[in-house]
């Protein structure tokens, strides 16, 4: 069995939560995984794509993660698709993933913080009915929490992978 990550930042959600709470609970709980799982390791660990076949990486995962909180919540939730993406050229697949090689970690770090912060703002104003705009259909706060929660779970299975393939570290 692989023991729990143990760091004060990371804290279970208590069982009994009203709904909001509990969704904004998981929400942090799974940022600071990834956040977790990326420190501790240089440059060269964080970029490194262990898996032959796949272009991610822990440092890619954290830039695509900046990527999606700045889609669900400026460009669905607050209706603005004209924002401008971090990193995400369209001609390139994955190009949040690549190229990392003059990719600067704590300029990356600060600019997905920065988008949690902006997210974080940005659902304290709305309702969990409140709704955005996707693909032209209503999207909910509520589905968007939901999302994110399971779309940061996702990838920090991949981040859990790929820090025991770059240095041996286990712990979910």
């Known amino acids: 069995m692989v023991d729990d990550l143990e760091d004060a930042r990371r804290q279970d959600p208590p069982f009994l939560l009203e709904e909001r709470p509990m969704l904004e609970a998981w929400l942090e709980f799974h940022r600071t995984t990834l956040l977790i799982k ?3 390791l240089d440059d060269a660990g964080r970029k490194s794509r262990p898996i032959p076949t796949s272009l991610l990486s822990l440092h890619g ?23 401008p993406p971090i990193w995400h ?3 390139v697949d994955d190009s949040e993933f690549v190229p990392l090689d003059d990719a600067d970690w704590e300029a990356d ?11 974080r703002r940005t659902a304290a104003g709305h309702a969990l009915d409140d709704t955005g705009l996707r693909h032209g259909a209503p999207c909910s706060l509520r589905w968007i929490y939901v999302h994110m929660i399971e779309e940061y779970a996702r990838h920090n299975g991949h981040a859990d992978l790929l ?3 770059v240095d041996g570290q286990v712990g979910c």
């Open 38 to 40: 990326c420190e501790g």
């Open 89 to 91: 050229d369209p001609a």
């Open 163 to 165: 820090r025991e393939m």
């Open 61 to 83: 995962l954290l830039r695509h993660m900046a990527e999606v909180e700045r889609n669900w919540f400026r460009r669905v939730l607050l209706r603005q698709p004209e924002t």
């Open 109 to 119: 770090r600060a600019a997905w913080e920065a988008e949690c912060v902006a997210s």
